[in-house]
């Protein structure tokens, strides 16, 4: 187990006298620690992609849905078939009737529909949409800018529709049918919102119900929709696991090149730094437990499933600490490699196998 002390960081100073030397150690201080998460974004390629046509027009289904309750229904049923086409069936059969999408095709029935959409929660969780979302031009714009920058690094990718949904508190951003993107508007309408107490969200999940985790969070769903790869598996080790992650989340970081690792990791600010500021002992942590190349599915789970904190650990130390520090040795790898491979090569020719290893990802102690 970890100790707090005196492993992790706890700066202790004598009183310094002489005023010119205690500026010139605070300085030293804030360009150790200040500018460690400055350094992350060096080297992040921001290509000119104002030639490519990726422009995203937000198709708003969760308002459109609303219109069975105003509309003839034949008539409104018609008009979201030809506008939605499979994606309407798979909703509704979903989330509405709770049927299997793949085995029943066919109309969920009127009464479940009106019925469904009467439900006075429901209602009000749409009019708490409708408040914060009754523009999303900015994420169109920050999805579109992000699509671009996907289709300069992987040109076959094909741009899908964007549709907005209420998906009754169960998935924020995902995929259906490689055409459609579709977002849980309901899962962004900011930490404090008291719904998230009533579905029982977990506090340390919050921070990451807001607006600014829409573009980044779907861009996420299209990398696991187009990549295929699962980073934890039974066959894979600890160590590969979080590489895995970390070529996902590098990947995040050029499709978000001005993005700190705050918002690419999911963590807070907070602990992004306590991170930075104790790679050495989380990754002293890993190899003393000797459980960095042996598959054990539930280390992977321990390390790269999210939680309030790692166990074993100090509280500060988030969950998921080994998806950042696999970001912290593909950068390394990147680094050893003399930055020359490609982006695409690098998220589909290389095993984590090899990044692991030409990586020689080794973090200094402090010299505090």
């Not at 300085?27 to 030639?51: A, F």
């Not at 939605?84 to 299997?100: E, K, N, P």
């Not at 920058?149 to 949904?165: D, G, M």
């Not at 602990?271 to 280390?299: A, G, H, P, R």
Request: aromatic share 14%; hydrophobic share 35%.
């Amino acid at each position: 187990m970890i100790s707090r002390e005196p492993h992790f960081i706890f700066l202790h100073f004598r009183p310094i006298m002489n005023y010119k030397y205690a500026v010139a150690v605070l300085l030293l201080i804030w360009g150790i620690s200040g500018c460690q998460g400055c350094n992350k974004k060096k080297g992040r390629d921001k290509p000119d992609v104002s030639g490519i046509n990726a422009e995203v027009s937000i198709l708003r289904f969760d308002l459109d849905l609303q219109g069975f309750l105003k509309q003839d229904f034949e008539a409104h049923q018609q008009m979201m078939k030809n506008k939605y086409g499979a994606f309407y069936h798979f909703y509704t059969a979903q989330f509405i009737a709770g049927t299997d999408p793949e085995r029943d095709s066919s109309d969920v029935a009127q009464d479940i529909i009106i019925k469904y959409l009467s439900d006075p929660y429901i209602h009000r969780v749409q009019d708490s949409i409708n408040k914060y979302y009754a523009d999303t031009k900015d994420i169109e714009k920050d999805l579109s800018q992000a699509l671009k920058y996907f289709k300069y690094y992987f040109p076959t990718i094909s741009i899908p529709k964007v549709i907005t949904v209420n998906s009754g508190f169960s998935l924020s951003a995902f995929t259906y049918d490689e055409k459609y993107l579709a977002i849980g508007l309901e899962m962004y309408l900011g930490p404090q919102n008291p719904d998230y107490d009533s579905v029982g969200i977990y506090q340390y999940l919050r921070h990451k119900m807001s607006r600014e985790y829409i573009a980044r969070n779907s861009m996420e769903a299209l990398c696991n929709l187009y990549l295929e790869k699962s980073e934890s598996s039974r066959e894979n080790t600890l160590m590969e696991a979080m590489v895995e992650k970390g070529k996902k989340l590098y990947l995040l970081s050029y499709l978000f090149p001005d993005a700190p690792d705050s918002l690419l990791v999911g963590f807070t600010t907070e602990q992004t730094l306590w991170c930075e500021q104790n790679d050495y002992e989380v990754w002293k942590f890993l190899n003393d437990k000797d459980i960095l190349y042996k598959s054990d599915f539930m280390d992977q789970k321990r390390y790269l499933d999210e939680g309030p904190t790692t166990q074993g650990m100090p509280a500060e130390a988030p969950g998921n600490i080994g998806s950042w520090l696999g970001l912290q040795i593909v950068r390394k790898f990147v680094k050893e490699s003399g930055r020359t491979i490609p982006l695409s090569e690098l998220i589909l020719k290389y095993d984590p196998k090899t990044i692991a290893a030409k990586a020689k990802y080794r973090p200094s102690k402090s010299v505090f």
